[in-house]
Nanobody, 124 residues
Framework: QVTLVESGGDLVQPGGSLRLSCTASAFTLDAVAVAWFRQAPGKEREGVACISGTDGSTDYADSVKGRFTISKDNAKNTVYLQLNNLKREDTAVYYC?????????????????WGQGTQVTVSS
C-alpha cells in the first residue's frame, strides 16, 4: 500500500521559515512527479509547487515564487518544501501528492496518491 507522510508543519510568526517533508512508502519517488498542495479553511485546494521526475524541473504558484522551494532526496525517498518569509495567507493544511507519471503538474486530479496533510499556521 502506497503511503505518503507529511511532517514539519507548525505555528510560526510572519517572516519565519519551515521545512515540510513528504516521505513515501511502497513507492519510489525518484522518477515520478511530486507536488505540494494546500487548502485553507473555506477555500479550494490549490497547487503550490511541483517537481518533475524526468529532469527535476520545478514550478511554483505565483503566490509563493521566490519564497518556497521544492526539492527531492532520492536516497531518502523524500520530497521537501522549504517555506521562507511566511505570510498569514500561507496558513493552510499542506498536502503532498504523487502519481505514476513523470512530468510535474499542479492539477490535483492528475495525482493518485495523497498524504494526510500537515498544518502550517502563520500568526503573531
Amino acid at each position: 500500500q502506497v503511503t505518503l507522510v507529511e511532517s514539519g508543519g507548525d505555528l510560526v510568526q510572519p517572516g519565519g521559515s519551515l521545512r515540510l517533508s513528504c516521505t513515501a512508502s511502497a513507492f519510489t519517488l525518484d522518477a515520478v512527479a511530486v507536488a505540494w498542495f494546500r487548502q485553507a479553511p473555506g477555500k479550494e485546494r490549490e497547487g503550490v509547487a511541483c517537481i518533475s521526475g524526468t529532469d527535476g524541473s520545478t514550478d511554483y504558484a505565483d503566490s509563493v515564487k521566490g519564497r518556497f522551494t521544492i526539492s527531492k532526496d532520492n536516497a531518502k525517498n523524500t520530497v521537501y518544501l522549504q517555506l521562507n518569509n511566511l505570510k498569514r495567507e500561507d496558513t493552510a493544511v499542506y498536502y503532498c501528492a504523487t502519481g505514476t507519471f513523470s512530468i510535474g503538474t499542479m492539477v490535483p486530479s492528475w495525482y493518485d496518491y495523497w498524504g494526510q496533510g500537515t498544518q502550517v499556521t502563520v500568526s503573531s
